[in-house]
T-cell receptor
Framework: DQQVKQNSPSLSVQEGRISILNCDYTNSMFDYFLWYKKYPAEGPTFLISISSIKDKNEDGRFTVFLNKSAKHLSLHIVPSQPGDSAVYFCAASDGNNAGNMLTFGGGTRLMVKP | GAGVSQSPRYKVTKRGQDVALRCDPISGHVSLYWYRQALGQGPEFLTYFNYEAQQDKSGLPNDRFSAERPEGSISTLTIQRTEQRDSAMYRC?????????????FGPGTRLLVL
């Protein structure tokens, strides 16, 4: 039972345009959400996060939106650059857990074409 | 500064053999996490430590899997009597203070192939 789902395995976008990556979750106890970015042969690196008390968090070209009622979050990249080409993982943290184990989605491969 | 390192980067073993995967977290980091990532999927939690204490091992798939962090720094994930279904990327991550919303820094992973 996948608690975090990324339904698009891949996305292709033209340089300069907006990239929108989507993520859905089922566990209502998730209260903190993150996006990680992964280049080939490297580990995932943290990109941006959002707490469930917010509906938007912005960091430069990256904005994450959270819709709690729909259990949906999205990552917007504007403008997209070729260097953004990577696999993006959505992850969530359960407020009931004392620890910080993350539940990840399956990832979306973003390709930004020059 | 040095990030999280893992060794070996690749391990090929025969079914039935034991393997030990090592993780060197960022120096001074309190928390250390192990995840397993199957091809085309996201990382899946296995276990984590605060200092040398194993706090949660609910993600370990069965009793062939074990982990330790005896001195609160380097950690070893051991898989006994490996099976082909154990083939995956094994990732280690660490965080500074063990807080709930701290950033986890991932290593490059160990790709395990069981023949």
């Amino acid at each position: 039972d996948q608690q975090v789902k990324q339904n698009s395995p891949s996305l292709s976008v033209q340089e300069g345009r907006i990239s929108i990556l989507n993520c859905d979750y089922t566990n209502s106890m998730f209260d903190y959400f993150l996006w990680y970015k992964k280049y080939p042969a490297e580990g995932p690196t943290f990109l941006i996060s959002i707490s469930s008390i917010k509906d938007k968090n912005e960091d430069g070209r990256f904005t994450v939106f959270l819709n709690k009622s729909a259990k949906h979050l999205s990552l917007h990249i504007v403008p997209s650059q070729p260097g953004d080409s990577a696999v993006y993982f959505c992850a969530a943290s359960d407020g009931n857990n004392a620890g910080n184990m993350l539940t990840f989605g399956g990832g979306t491969r973003l390709m930004v074409k020059p | 500064g040095a990030g999280v390192s893992q060794s070996p980067r690749y391990k090929v073993t025969k079914r039935g053999q034991d393997v030990a995967l090592r993780c060197d977290p960022i120096s001074g980091h309190v928390s250390l996490y192990w995840y397993r990532q199957a091809l085309g999927q996201g990382p899946e939690f296995l276990t984590y430590f605060n200092y040398e204490a194993q706090q949660d091992k609910s993600g370990l798939p069965n009793d062939r899997f074990s982990a330790e962090r005896p001195e609160g720094s380097i950690s070893t994930l051991t898989i006994q009597r490996t099976e082909q279904r154990d083939s995956a990327m094994y990732r280690c991550a660490s965080s500074a203070l063990g807080g709930r919303r701290e950033t986890q820094y991932f290593g490059p992973g160990t790709r395990l192939l069981v023949l």
